[in-house]
């Protein structure tokens, strides 16, 4: 059997901290790395215990969850962390500045138990979790802070395929999606993706997405 996932668990409030170290000490492929009420700490932690994923709030004391992440899995630090960030509707304006701050993918709190579970085990395995929901709500409102790049898209190394799935991509669909509105297989949109990634030098879907904004592909 393949080890566990170790996650740490950092939010303020402890009756949430509570169900979800509960929920995921509940698991057979995961354990709880540890847990806390503040940023600081939690950076603390994860340097000292090392977890697979830490699950990261927004709004915390000492030490917000968008610093704590950018310390954890901004540009430039060693050995990053993977950042699940979770959050609520009423604080919109901090999902784009967790993604930048380097958090692979975001879930609201009001989320189904299976969904945070489904989330930190594909952020475990590297990939990215987008919400889709948050995605086309949050991600779509707040791009027009991102400064626009000055080349086009006509100066993009991708083909027209390429940049069609990196569109709907930036839309919020997941893999499956993609392939029932481009009829192809799952397999072959994970081909699309892996290309994109590679030809564009970026980590994961959620820096592809801030890409497709930041380019002017999405509308």
């Not at 996650?7 to 170290?21: A, F, K």
């Not at 009420?37 to 932690?45: A, I, N, R």
């Not at 927004?58 to 699940?84: Q, S, Y």
Request: hydrophobic share 45%.
């Amino acid at each position: 059997m393949s080890a566990p996932i170790r996650v740490l668990v950092c939010d303020d409030q402890m009756l949430i901290r509570t169900g979800l170290v509960t929920i995921i000490g509940a698991q057979p492929d995961m354990e709880v790395a540890g847990e806390c009420g503040d940023g600081q700490t939690g950076v603390e932690l994860a340097h000292r215990v090392q977890p697979d994923v830490v699950v990261m709030d927004i709004r915390m004391p000492i030490l917000d969850g968008l610093e704590a992440t950018h310390l954890l899995a901004g540009a430039g630090v060693p050995h990053p962390v993977k950042v699940l960030v979770v959050t609520t509707f009423n604080l919109d304006e901090y999902i784009y500045e967790a993604l930048r701050a380097g958090a692979s993918g975001f879930l609201l709190k009001d989320a189904p138990p299976d969904r945070l579970l489904h989330g930190i085990r594909t952020v475990a395995t590297g990939a990215a979790l987008l919400d889709p929901d948050v995605t086309r709500r949050l991600v779509g409102r707040y791009a027009a802070r991102i400064r626009p790049a000055e080349h086009t898209p006509r100066d993009l190394p991708l083909t027209p395929r390429e940049l069609e799935v990196l569109r709907l991509i930036a839309d919020g669909l997941s893999n499956n999606e993609i392939a029932a509105a481009l009829v192809i297989s799952q397999e072959t949109v994970k081909t699309f993706v892996s290309r994109i990634l590679t030809k564009l030098q970026l980590r994961d879907r959620v820096q592809a997405v801030v890409y497709a904004y930041r380019h002017g592909l999405t509308t």
